[in-house]
């Protein structure tokens, strides 16, 4: 047995509760995790709300790190007393232990701490993909990035400075800047009191962004569109504000923009690209070009509240459940 938080029907957070959950040993390719840093990503709340439908009842989270304490028939690439994560499931992460498929989990660098890999492998490797596989950012482009005092946000803006990109980031209030500016954005736009695409306009001399990266959905969606340079990218990649309602490929056309609404399974799907992924973005944080905060903890009995927390925009950087 292990303490699992568990839900039963879709909802708000009232609706996880912590629960004891059965865990045999693992399975043929799978190892056992004693979990000690779980990370709360967006995705989590579209699980419990419903957004990305789930079979019910079901545990919660995708992403963990931890110590290997049992490997199942034939897996060789891990042994007992590896310090090993994951991020892409199975669904489950919130819990003392879980099992999961050796091939989606990836071993943690000796000087990376659990926290911080639990704070940056889903956040950091969807940075990668996106910065550098999706709109490849190119030294001297000016970017526009969404949310930029997020989970996420910590890690791409100071990756694309890294890659040579001046980093345009928004942040939903005036006590975000600062932390948005330390995380590597040379400007910064509060989205609740300015408007973005005339902001971006000014600052790019009327040229605007070759890419927007958009992890806040339906309320920044025009803005995206507005802040376009011709021939841009929107890189719609998450609902933080809600889904972007449908569109007609018409809004595209003024300004011959390209719309993409990636995902990190799509990126991450065989154990190579996880592993090359995951091996970037190690590179990148032990550099020094990439520095990640500590984490706001919680405990995992706390899960709800981390999700209210999440949702209500007072977080900044990662958050990350202690069993
Ligand atoms: N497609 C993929 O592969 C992939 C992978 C990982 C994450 N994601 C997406 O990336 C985004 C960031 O994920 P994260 O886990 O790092 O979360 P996060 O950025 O730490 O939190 C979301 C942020 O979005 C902003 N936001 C704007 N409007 C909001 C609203 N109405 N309600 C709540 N937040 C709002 C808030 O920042 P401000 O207050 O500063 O505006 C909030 O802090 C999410 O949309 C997530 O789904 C996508």
Redesign the pocket.
Known sequence: MTKAIRFSETGGPAVLRLAQADLGPPGPGEIRLRQTAIA????DT?HRSGLYPVKLPSGLGLEAVGVVEAVGEGVSAFAVGDRAGYCTGPIGAYAEAANLPADRAVKIPDTISDDIAASIL??GM?SE??LRRTYPVKAGETILF?????????IACQWAKALGATVIG????DA?IALAKSFGCDHVIV?SREDIAARVMEITGGKGVPVSYD???K??FEASIGSLAARGFLVS??????PVPPVSPAVLSPKSLYLTR????A?VGTTEELRASAAALFEVVLSGNVKVGAPAIYALADAAKAHED????R?????ILKP
């Open positions: 709360v990503n967006f995705i579209y889903m956040k969807t993909y996106l969404h949310a930029a005092a997020g989970g996420v946000g910590q928004t942040v939903g209030s975000k989205s992890g806040v959905g309320d920044s990649f998450g609902n933080a504000s809600g990636p995902g990190l399974f990126y999440l949702q209500a925009r977080t900044t950087g990662s958050i």
